[in-house]
């Protein structure tokens, strides 16, 4: 059983920032990455950013719509992964889910939280 526990998110105004956390626990196993995904009302749940584990480089994904105001990173030792998002715009909001691709006796295992609400005021 994994449990991915997030928070930070909340209400800001336009040009603010944010900085949400997403810990996971439990029997993980080995991680492949962890990412945010974020769902708007009315809209499918669409990639934020991901980062891949340690021995694959940790290399970052973003989407083109937060590349240059998100940013994303990792506490290894604590299966903590961030979200720095700057610049929000009100298109930013949305709920946004912690995401976690793991391994676990071979298995490939997707995990998520139960999602943070984000909401940007114009």
């Known amino acids: 059983q994994v449990e991915l526990v997030e928070s930070g998110g909340g209400l800001v105004q336009a040009g603010g920032s944010l900085r949400l956390s997403c810990t996971a626990s439990?029997?993980?196993?080995?991680?492949?990455?962890m990412g945010w995904y974020r769902q708007a009302p009315g809209k499918q749940r669409d990639l934020v950013a991901t980062?891949?584990?340690?021995?694959?480089?940790?290399?970052?994904n973003y989407a083109d719509s937060v590349n240059g105001r998100f940013t994303i990173s990792r506490d290894n030792a604590k299966n903590t992964v961030y979200l720095q998002m700057n610049g929000l715009k009100p298109e930013d909001t949305a709920v946004y889910y912690c995401?976690?691709?793991?391994?676990?006796?071979?298995?490939?295992?997707?995990?998520w939280g139960q999602g943070t609400q984000v909401t940007v005021s114009s």
């Open positions: 995401n976690l691709e793991r391994r676990w006796f071979g298995r490939r295992i997707t995990d």
């Open positions: 439990g029997t993980i196993g080995s991680i492949n990455a």
């Open positions: 980062i891949t584990s340690v021995t694959s480089g940790s290399s970052t």
